[in-house]
């Protein structure tokens, strides 16, 4: 159980179009899903907290009009890097969390999403 | 901004030897987390140890937990190369209970020799 899907798990976008990831728990409901981003051979950064049904919660330094997140039921987190760029190319991570059934202090984490903007 | 810090940085074992890693924070914890990364791939929750907590077992994982000197260690026993990966430390901030938010140490790269 608790398994944490993501889509697409690669992508390769030009400089200015959007892009659009999703989370998905499989077998769980998610009442807080998280998104990461990773940049090569670095620790994980936490880009937002987001709880479903309402906004998303953005950590200091991240854009909300760039990186929308959206979280609009209990199994399925969405996040959109509007106008990327080269500088948004990185290893894009979410996690899932049940704050019921499997208690609320585990994160389950989804296998990420690669994205590459020329 | 990062809380844990993990030593060593990058090790490499002979398949059969143990591994231990330590991993250092700031602030007061709710609890801390490992999690192993192979490369390429989202995390794998390894283990569990809350505050009020000094040691747990989970399989081949040994953790320890010493809260007056805000540090952790992780030993993997009998290693095996499928053990190769990185692994990070994580902790959830009293300060930030109410939404579980984990902050992430830099990571050890951990190889195992076949």
């Known amino acids: 159980g608790a398994v944490v899907s993501q889509h697409p798990s690669w992508v390769i976008c030009k400089s200015g179009t959007s892009v659009k990831i999703e989370c998905r728990s499989l077998?769980?409901?998610?009442?807080?899903m998280f998104w990461y981003r990773q940049f090569p051979k670095q620790s994980l950064m936490l880009m937002a907290t987001?709880?479903?049904?309402?906004?998303?919660?953005?950590e200091q330094g991240v854009e909300k009009d760039k990186f929308l997140i959206n979280h609009a039921s209990l199994t399925l987190s969405t996040l959109t890097v509007t106008s990327a760029h080269p500088e948004d190319s990185s290893f894009y991570i979410c996690?899932?969390?049940?704050?019921?059934?499997?208690?609320?202090?585990?994160?389950?984490f989804g296998p990420g999403t690669r994205l590459l903007v020329l | 901004s990062q809380q844990g810090e993990e030593d060593p940085q990058a090790l490499s074992i002979q398949e059969g030897e143990n591994a231990t890693m330590n991993c250092s924070y700031k602030?007061?914890?709710?609890?801390l987390q490992w999690y192993r990364q192979n490369s390429g791939r989202g995390l794998v929750h390894l283990i569990l140890?809350?505050?009020?907590?000094r040691e747990k077992h989970s399989g081949r994982l040994r953790v320890t937990l010493d809260t007056s000197k805000k540090s952790s260690s992780l030993l993997i026993t009998a290693s095996r190369a499928a053990d190769t990966a990185s692994y990070f430390c994580?902790?959830?901030?009293?300060?930030?209970?109410?939404?579980?938010?984990?902050?992430f140490g830099k990571g050890i790269t951990l190889s195992v020799r076949p």
């Open positions: 077998d769980f409901q998610a009442t807080t």
């Open positions: 994580a902790t959830a901030s009293q300060k930030d209970r109410a939404n579980s938010k984990l902050t």
């Open positions: 140890i809350r505050s009020n907590e």
């Open positions: 602030t007061s914890i709710n609890n």
């Open positions: 996690s899932a969390q049940d704050r019921g059934r499997l208690g609320q202090e585990t994160q389950y």
């Open positions: 987001s709880n479903e049904g309402s906004k998303a919660t953005y």
